[in-house]
């Protein structure tokens, strides 16, 4: 056995990368396939993600196809889960795989990977959650950082685990967008326009409305075209109609679809927004954004490579807690207590950084 413990992966002809969780961490998982794709380029890569999160995978040159979990089947009945999760089970059985990456600690990922029959079976320790005997289910176990490490980062450390060192290109991120997504947003939206972006699934990482209002009101009194998104949640739609009413903004909350969204994104001039989706496509875009984050890490799920993105956060000696609020009240005092002036000035610097680089690019400087 050699040092690393490192497997023999010649031969490898058919992997499978499980990332079972949400839109923006399967997003950031675009340099795992990047990296297998360079080590192995004639080998078919999958995915087995959550159905909704596939467009994010859409479109990447080493995406093979998707295998999806649809979570509306935990609302059938016992038999029929059974049912739908024993023939996608058998499905990865049948892909034939010779190496499956996990990329989460959850059980349906590890019990994917065990059923795949692959030589070479990569997770994440488990440190003693969730099925007994859970890590004996992989042939390489991957250490997590524990200190804070970038999720992007993190996940290559299960490539890592089996002697694959990524170069530092294919650490970027993907992010295709069909040209008919920029159709679509362009006979909605014309000219230039800040793109915001204020809610969360997660409510406790949102600015107060009242807050997000003010700022809005701010950038709409300099004669700014405001362009507003959100999740289709109506509790997000609702906020976004508290924060824009009569500010003469575009409400496209709920509206668009993902590959929509990334338009947007790739379409304004800056966006503002929390730690949320629109954020980690900003980073894959390589486009201005000013971010605001409370009790999640801006080191872990920060800006990757993005020398346009900014974060605006306090420090408080808590962060980051990654509680729902402080005490679990569902309110994060170091968000609510964030002021509106500390984000317009950050704004502001951004977006005169910006200008000054496309002057010096002009002059030849």
Known sequence: MGYGNYPD?????????IKLRQLGDVLLTGPVFSTLQKKFPQA?????????????????????????YDRNWKKLNFFQRLAKEGQTLWN??????????????GDRGALAAKFSHAKVRVGFDPKGSGLFGKKKLYTHVVKSCPSLRHTVERNLDAVRRIGLFPEWEER???????????VSMRGRVRGRFILIHPSSRWKFKCWPVEKMRQLASMLASRGCTLVFTSGPDVEERAMVADICHGLGAIDLSGQVSLKELAALVAMSDCLICVDSLPFHMASALKKPVVALFGPTSEVTWGPWRNPHARVVAQNFSCRPCYQDGCGGSKRSDCLTTLSVETVLKTFDRLQAEIVSEITAARVGV
């Open 9 to 17: 992966l010649t031969g490898v002809k058919k992997i499978l990368v």
């Open 44 to 68: 078919k890569i999958d995915a087995y993600v959550y159905s909704e999160s596939v467009p994010m995978l859409e479109g990447h040159p080493a995406v093979h196809r998707c295998i999806v």
């Open 92 to 105: 990865i059985w049948q892909g034939g795989y010779d190496l499956v990456i996990n990329l989460t600690e």
């Open 172 to 182: 970027e991120l993907f992010l295709h967008i069909p040209p008919e997504a920029f």
